[in-house]
Antibody, heavy 126, light 112 residues
Framework: EVQLVESGGNLVQSGGSLRLSCAAS????????IHWVRQAPGKGLEWVSG????????DYADSVKGRFTVSRDNAKNAIYLEMKSLRREDTALYFC???????????????????WGQGTTVTVSS | DIVMTQSPLSLPVTPGEPASISCRSS???????????LDWYLQKPGQSPQLLIY???SRASGVPDRFSASASGTDFTLKISSVEAEDAGLYYC?????????FGQGTKVEIK
């Protein structure tokens, strides 16, 4: 069974930093683009960041650009989201999700996020 | 950024009856490869989102065939031919044509 498991969420003060991890089992992540999507309490889904299979492309939502950095270690079958200068509005459940098809996202396009983790909670206090 | 607008935002449905959700994008999602880069997701209460439809009208693996979708430039529709109790939840459309990817506001489907 293909699974993604996020970790690293925590309670942090405004201005602080966190590093989220997304680990995979049952699949070789190296072939796929991976994305981070968040959901603030009681709110809808917001795409945060995406990284292509070979790290050749990484993109961010305007709301996190310059503060968040996505990376991957294909040897460890893991994806990371480094979050700095955290704000209260970053409080959310953060999901990682994999693209349906191999090798997509080279031009910023995607073919559906078909496997999602259960999410990790980030809470930013003032 | 591409703005995604869903309607209705709330949809009460009777089991066995059909249901339809609309999603409109602020610009065309038609790629030069001929595909519309529009996905549909269902988030059941307390769960992570699950992919229903990708690239406009392709049903994801394991999704019941009562779910179908159509796509045309900037107008997209998700249809459930005969709603079942397990279909309750929040339905989101999402454009994956260009970054930043953007979601619709979500449509809450509740079973009467």
């Amino acid at each position: 069974e293909v699974q993604l498991v996020e970790s690293g969420g925590n309670l942090v003060q405004s201005g602080g930093s966190l590093r989220l991890s997304c680990a995979a089992s049952g699949i070789r992540l190296a072939d796929y683009a991976i994305h981070w999507v968040r959901q603030a309490p009681g709110k809808g889904l917001e795409w945060v960041s995406g990284i292509s299979w070979n790290s050749g492309r990484a993109d961010y939502a305007d709301s996190v650009k310059g503060r968040f950095t996505v990376s991957r270690d294909n040897a460890k079958n893991a994806i990371y989201l480094e979050m700095k200068s955290l704000r209260r509005e970053d409080t959310a459940l953060y999901f990682c999700a994999k693209d349906y098809s191999k090798g997509t996202y080279d031009d910023g396009e995607g073919s559906g996020l078909n496997v999602w983790g259960q999410g990790t909670t980030v809470t930013v206090s003032s | 950024d591409i703005v995604m607008t869903q309607s209705p935002l709330s949809l009460p449905v009777t089991p066995g009856e059909p249901a339809s959700i609309s999603c409109r994008s602020s610009q065309s999602l038609l790629h030069s490869d001929g595909f519309n880069y529009l996905d549909w997701y269902l988030q059941k209460p307390g769960q992570s989102p699950q992919l229903l439809i990708y690239m406009g009208s392709s049903r994801a693996s394991g999704v019941p065939d009562r779910f179908s979708a159509s796509a045309s430039g900037t107008d997209f529709t998700l249809k459930i031919s005969s709603v079942e109790a397990e279909d309750a939840g929040l339905y989101y459309c999402m454009q994956a044509l260009q970054t930043p990817w953007t979601f619709g506001q979500g449509t809450k489907v509740e079973i009467k």
